[in-house]
Structures are given as structure tokens and as C-alpha cells.
């Protein structure tokens, strides 16, 4: 019922938006059909990721129907840390159609920098360069363009106010600036003046604080789902291992593991950075390496309580593989701690993702990120609180929800604590 009620305000709140991406949803599938060739070359990043949010928002309330009768394991009560776990999902998802605007969008900063938040803020339209010849490929551009936002828009100008004379002026915090009227969109015979509305007010740059959120949302939860990814495939590997086969491979795995809970982080991050720069990749590749100690610990230990049970030794009798003896008999056993090991670690990583962005070693300039946005915002706490508050209560939120989470998890896989 949460997940249909976000759906329902989605559609609530950007219905007009919604139907612009299935417009441009359908205008690409037409397109696509009647010149392929063209239709890969204009297939970007942008562009899959406004195709793909429209189409799991067409989907949702399919698959909500056909899963109404929920699992087992999804029986559990909705809290508040589940509630705020499925909304990061959901707009992890379909950013595009959550946040209006382009998170890097800025321009006229003299009337858009460090905006309160609920601020309206006046937009003047006027006429972009106007293409003679037309195309279905010019229209298609055209109207992605307008779909999905990119970080300049130069078919308007944030104003103060205007006024209509033999010209058309506007003021732009004392400044006054003109333009011819053929420059100017009308509507009703006057200048198309809409108005703005940054929910959660601007930043330094003008850029809206709502829309960096968003999509900061994203960089946290693929950081941590990679590293947690990675981290699960080394400790689950290495510790079996070590608890299966003991003997020398327990003993170097061991001090490998010893290792690296002995050296600094900091120092590793500093080092894959020197060699690899700074990057997404990067800081998944360098946070699931450095986490999966914890991990190792706890399934070797695990193994070595259930190899000498009667099943295990009778399933490597009969011949079954390492691979087989690990997914089908040990894994179901140590699944309750693994899982709840899992999800407080991806914790850890969101905090430490937020921290290396905050001290300018985490994802780079290219995304937007909470712990970067923090780090500016503390340059202008006293006279912008919303560009540092905002960003460190849905860190702070995610964190304990994600920590409460993994408690309820604890309980609902291990039977032990469900007696």
C-alpha cells in the first residue's frame, strides 16, 4: 500500500510530466522503428535512464497487483525505516520523473543563487534558433530536449519583473536588461512569463537543491549496493575457504584479513585515487575491498560450526562441488547474519561515500553527491541553512533507517528469535 500511495502522488504531482515522458516513450519507439540507425546514434545515458523510469512507472502498479498476496518473508509490519528504504528505491528509480529539474541546471545567478526554499522565482520565454528545415529526427531532438532537462536552457531568462513597451524589459536585481518583442514567446498577446518553484531553494550556483538531492540519492545507493556487492563476493568466498579447507589457506587468509583491518583506509583510498582518479568506479572498487573483512569473519566461523554436521559431510559424499556445497547447504544456513552483516554494512558505506565527498575524494565533480553538497554548505550555513540541512537529514534518515532495518531483518530470518 506505501509503494501505491508514492505511486499515486507521482502520478498526482507530475501528471504533466508523466505524460511528456510517454509522449517521448512513444516518439522514440515510432522513431526507432523507422530509422534504426539514427535511433542508436541518438541512445545516451539521458536518454535510457527518462525511457527506463517511464516504463518501471507503467509497470509498478502491475507488479503491485500480481504481488498483493505478499511473500513470507515480506509479511512484516511497514515501519518508518521501511517507509524511507522504499521511497530512496523509488527515487533512485525514477528520478527523472521525481525531480523537475537538471540537478547541474544553472543560469541567471544573479536572481537564482541561494534561494530560500518554497521560493517562485519568474521565467521569461523567448525564441530559440529556429530550424528552416524540419525532420524527424530535428522533432525527436526537439522534444527530448524539452523532456528531459539539460544543465542549459537558453529558451529562458529568470526575472524580478518585466515591462512592455516599445521593447521588452526585464530586471534582474537592479539590472535592467531588453530584448526586441520578436525575440519573446507570447501568449494571449503578452510575453509567457511561468513561474519556477524551487521546493527545497538554490545553492551558490543556482543549481535547485531538490534535484541534487535526488539524484545524490542515487550516487549513495549504487555505491552502496556495489561495494556491499563486491564485499559479499569476497568475504562469502574467502571464508568458506578458509573455514572449509582450513589448514594453510585459513592461516593466510587470516593474516591477509588481519592485514587489511591493520592498515588505514585512508591510505588505500588515496592510493587507488592516485592511480585511477577519482571516479564512481573508482570508490565502489575501493569501499567493497576495504569492507568485507567483517563478512569473512563471520561465515568462516559459521562454517567451521556446521562442516562436521552429518548433512554437510553426506552432501560432499555424494559428490557435490564446492560451488554447490556452499549455495545449497551452507549459505541457507548462515544466511540470517550474513543478510543483517550486509545491510549494516551498506550503512557503513553510504557514511563513508559521504565522508570521502565531503573531504573532496569521492565521486568527482560529474554527480551530484550529499557529502559534497554538505561540504559546500557549511561555506554558508549562516545565511543558507537549507543548502547544509537538507542534505545532512536524508544522510542522517537513510542511516538509522537502514540500521533499523537491519535489526528487523535479524529477527524475521533467524528462527531462533521468532520462537
Given at each position: 500500500h506505501?509503494?501505491?500511495?508514492?505511486?499515486?502522488?507521482?502520478?498526482?504531482?507530475?501528471?504533466?510530466?508523466i505524460?511528456?515522458?510517454?509522449?517521448?516513450?512513444?516518439?522514440y519507439?515510432?522513431?526507432?522503428?523507422?530509422?534504426?540507425?539514427?535511433?542508436?546514434?541518438?541512445?545516451?545515458?539521458?536518454?535510457?535512464?527518462?525511457?527506463?523510469?517511464?516504463k518501471?512507472?507503467?509497470?509498478?502498479?502491475v507488479?503491485?497487483?500480481?504481488?498483493?498476496?505478499?511473500?513470507?518473508?515480506?509479511?512484516?509490519?511497514?515501519?518508518f525505516?521501511?517507509?524511507?528504504?522504499i521511497?530512496?528505491f523509488?527515487?533512485?528509480?525514477?528520478?527523472?520523473?521525481?525531480?523537475?529539474e537538471?540537478?547541474?541546471?544553472?543560469?541567471?545567478?544573479?536572481?537564482?543563487?541561494?534561494?530560500?526554499?518554497?521560493?517562485?522565482?519568474?521565467?521569461?520565454?523567448?525564441?530559440?534558433?529556429?530550424?528552416?528545415?524540419?525532420?524527424?529526427?530535428?522533432?525527436?531532438?526537439?522534444?527530448?530536449?524539452?523532456?528531459?532537462?539539460?544543465?542549459?536552457?537558453?529558451?529562458?531568462?529568470?526575472?524580478?519583473?518585466?515591462?512592455?513597451?516599445?521593447?521588452?524589459?526585464?530586471?534582474?536585481?537592479g539590472?535592467?536588461?531588453?530584448?526586441?518583442?520578436?525575440?519573446?514567446?507570447?501568449?494571449?498577446?503578452?510575453?509567457?512569463?511561468?513561474?519556477?518553484?524551487f521546493?527545497?531553494?538554490?545553492?551558490?550556483?543556482?543549481?535547485?537543491?531538490?534535484?541534487?538531492?535526488?539524484?545524490?540519492?542515487?550516487?549513495?545507493?549504487?555505491?552502496?549496493?556495489?561495494?556491499?556487492?563486491?564485499?559479499?563476493?569476497?568475504?562469502?568466498?574467502?571464508?568458506?575457504?578458509?573455514?572449509?579447507?582450513?589448514?594453510?589457506?585459513?592461516?593466510?587468509?587470516?593474516?591477509?584479513?588481519?592485514?587489511?583491518?591493520?592498515?588505514?583506509?585512508?591510505?588505500?583510498v588515496?592510493?587507488?585515487?592516485?592511480?585511477?582518479?577519482?571516479?564512481?568506479?573508482?570508490?565502489?572498487?575501493?569501499?567493497?575491498?576495504?569492507?568485507?573483512?567483517?563478512?569473512?569473519?563471520?561465515?568462516?566461523?559459521?562454517?567451521?560450526?556446521?562442516?562436521?554436521?552429518d548433512?554437510?559431510?553426506?552432501?560432499?559424499?555424494?559428490?557435490?562441488?564446492?560451488?554447490?556445497?556452499?549455495?545449497?547447504e551452507?549459505?541457507?544456513?548462515?544466511?540470517?547474519?550474513?543478510?543483517?552483516?550486509?545491510?549494516?554494512?551498506?550503512?557503513n558505506?553510504?557514511?563513508?561515500?559521504?565522508?570521502?565527498?565531503?573531504?573532496?575524494?569521492g565521486?568527482?565533480?560529474?554527480?551530484?553527491?550529499?557529502?559534497?553538497?554538505?561540504?559546500?554548505?557549511?561555506?554558508?550555513?549562516?545565511?543558507?541553512?537549507?543548502?547544509?540541512?537538507?542534505p545532512?537529514?536524508?544522510?542522517?534518515?537513510?542511516?538509522?533507517?537502514?540500521?533499523?532495518?537491519?535489526?528487523?531483518?535479524?529477527?524475521?530470518?533467524?528462527?531462533?528469535?521468532s520462537?
Open positions: 506505501w509503494i501505491l500511495f508514492i505511486w499515486i502522488a507521482l502520478l498526482a504531482f507530475r501528471f504533466e510530466a505524460i511528456d515522458f510517454m509522449h517521448l516513450w512513444y516518439s519507439a515510432t522513431f526507432f522503428l523507422s530509422d534504426f540507425n539514427s535511433a542508436i546514434d541518438i541512445l545516451d545515458f539521458r536518454l535510457i535512464d527518462g525511457l527506463l523510469s517511464i518501471l512507472f507503467i509497470i509498478l502498479p507488479v503491485i497487483f500480481f504481488f498483493r498476496k505478499k511473500p513470507p518473508f515480506l509479511k512484516v509490519q511497514l515501519n525505516a521501511y517507509a524511507v528504504l521511497l530512496l523509488v527515487v533512485f528509480l525514477m528520478a527523472p520523473l521525481v525531480a523537475d537538471n540537478p547541474e541546471f544553472q543560469k541567471n545567478l544573479s536572481v537564482t543563487k541561494l534561494l530560500l526554499p518554497l521560493t517562485h522565482v519568474k521565467q521569461l520565454h523567448i525564441k530559440g534558433e529556429n530550424n528552416v528545415e524540419s525532420s524527424p529526427l530535428l522533432e525527436f531532438l526537439q522534444l527530448k530536449n524539452k523532456v528531459l532537462r539539460s544543465s542549459y536552457d537558453e529558451g529562458i531568462i529568470f526575472i524580478d519583473s518585466i515591462n512592455v513597451a516599445d521593447k521588452i524589459y526585464y530586471y534582474q536585481k539590472r535592467t536588461k531588453e530584448l526586441s518583442k520578436e525575440e519573446v514567446i507570447y501568449k494571449n498577446n503578452k510575453p509567457l512569463v511561468t513561474e519556477n518553484l521546493l527545497l531553494g538554490t545553492d551558490e550556483f543556482g543549481r535547485d537543491i531538490f534535484a541534487r538531492l535526488i539524484y545524490g540519492s542515487r550516487i549513495s545507493l549504487l555505491v552502496g549496493i556495489g561495494s556491499v556487492i563486491l564485499s559479499l563476493f569476497i568475504g562469502l568466498t574467502l571464508g568458506f575457504l578458509a573455514g572449509y579447507r582450513g589448514g594453510i589457506i585459513d592461516i593466510v587468509l587470516s593474516r591477509l584479513t588481519e592485514l587489511f583491518l591493520a592498515f588505514p583506509v585512508i591510505y588505500l588515496i592510493l587507488v585515487f592516485a592511480l585511477f582518479g577519482s571516479s564512481l568506479f573508482s570508490v565502489i572498487i575501493v569501499l567493497g575491498v576495504s569492507s568485507w573483512m567483517s563478512l569473512f569473519k563471520i561465515v568462516k566461523s559459521e562454517v567451521l560450526a556446521i562442516k562436521q554436521k548433512y554437510l559431510i553426506t552432501a560432499g559424499l555424494i559428490g557435490l562441488s564446492k560451488k554447490q556445497l556452499l549455495l545449497k551452507i549459505l541457507p544456513v548462515i544466511i540470517a547474519p550474513v543478510i543483517v552483516t550486509l545491510v549494516l554494512q551498506f550503512s558505506v553510504v557514511l563513508a561515500e559521504s565522508a570521502l565527498s565531503y573531504l573532496g575524494l565521486t568527482g565533480t560529474s554527480y551530484p553527491s550529499w557529502g559534497a553538497m554538505i561540504s559546500s554548505g557549511q561555506e554558508y550555513i549562516m545565511k543558507a541553512w537549507w543548502m547544509i540541512i537538507f545532512g537529514l536524508s544522510l542522517v534518515l537513510t542511516l538509522l533507517s537502514v540500521n533499523a532495518a537491519g535489526r528487523r531483518l535479524n529477527k524475521v530470518f533467524d528462527p531462533r528469535k520462537l
